[in-house]
């Protein structure tokens, strides 16, 4: 009897077997004229006959959509030709040091300072071109000689990207700033914290944010990605000034799981108040099934995750916590120009669960609390959904929303642009091809590459 298929590569995503080009898109509807640019999305994608233990271990692949004067351009697919790809390069070499170049590049793609790097949280970044053909490794001009994180945060006021390196070694968490032109401007070995999986982080104006949950190093995992929900390891999370001496305030929390923050913002108490889709431990083992593919996983690759909400006192040590809403959510976006600020609109993916039958993108109203669902249906599955302002735009609601929606009933693909403010399609962009279901992506206006 063969073995049942892996979820993450069948269904949405079942992977593409080769690279391909298309121009001149068919699309739905009107692409709005400031739209000129890239977007690009970034995902798992094994070569053909290639199996990996986890859905974190395949192969990077690029789709990108070009958009001009109304139009889109073209369509492109490319693997991230790194040494793990092209030469199935390991991460570790015989004598058990790390080839940092190794990178699977399968998580991220952000423009910084005119490049555009993919990221994998255990190895360097990987420039690409804007055609999204294989540049190299870049260690920021030699600065950087440890892993970088797949989450970055830049700093809508100063430029500046901040980033963290973390390690089930000793030291567990390096803190980095870069420049805008590429170079290490701090290095700053983060002291207490432990061997947990630290996916993201947040900053406010103040502050940098680190969460140290109980999802720890774990040598028994044999997935491929050594972690494990830990009961013993105390939640915390540390905040830590940015400027001065690097002294972490540790507030201890409830056991939870955090991937993936929405934002952070010092509120008018001076108190630090953090959001983003808290796993508890049913959460977590239930969703990491479906990333093994163990026996028992669910049919979606989340379960049971809810928008949280921390607040963090640092003149009384304390910490508060409530849900904030009760949709099983992930992959949380906002406006970019206000990271480290108060926001009041968010974006996230809605997962089916809570009730829900249906995919959809959800946006919340931290004024009111209200939230509103765009479903797209059983079969259609969105991406997370990316915020680009619109042209004189002055609220966090006033642009568009970008997502790549796999549809399995046709066998298809399209990049949907949505009106943020009204949460209605504005158009949609036919792929030439079904893009399978992915993970991060960024919208990257042509003047940040000129």
Known sequence: MNPLPKPYLSGHYTPVTDEASATDLPVRGTIPPELEGRYIRNGHNPKPGVVPTHWFRGSGMLHGVRLSGGRAEWYRNRWVHTPAFTDDAPLFRADGSMDLAASAAATHIIEFGGRLLALQEVNLPWQVTPELDTVGAFDFHGGLKTPMTAHTKEDPITGELHFLCYSPFPPHLIYYTASPAGHITRAEVVNGAGPSLMHDFAITTDHVIFFDLPVTFNPAEQSGIPYRWNDDYPARMGVMPRTGPAEVQWFDVEPGALLHSTNAHIDAGG?????????????????????????????????????????????????????????????????????????????????PGSGRADWGIVKYDNGTGARKVFDLGRDRLPGEPYFVPAEGGTADDHGYLMSVVSDLGSDSSELLILDASELREVAAVQLPRRVPAGIHGSWIPDADLA
């Open 271 to 351: 108190r630090v108040v953090v959001d983003g889709p808290r796993y508890d431990r049913t959460a977590w083992e239930s969703t990491w099934k479906w990333w093994v593919g163990a026996p028992g996983y669910a049919t979606v690759p989340g379960t049971g995750m809810t928008a949280y909400r921390w607040t963090l006192d640092p003149a009384t040590g304390k910490a508060s916590e409530e849900i904030t809403d009760d949709l099983v959510t992930e992959f949380p976006t906002i406006d970019n120009r206000l990271v480290g600020l108060p926001n009041r609109h968010a974006y996230a993916l809605a997962f």
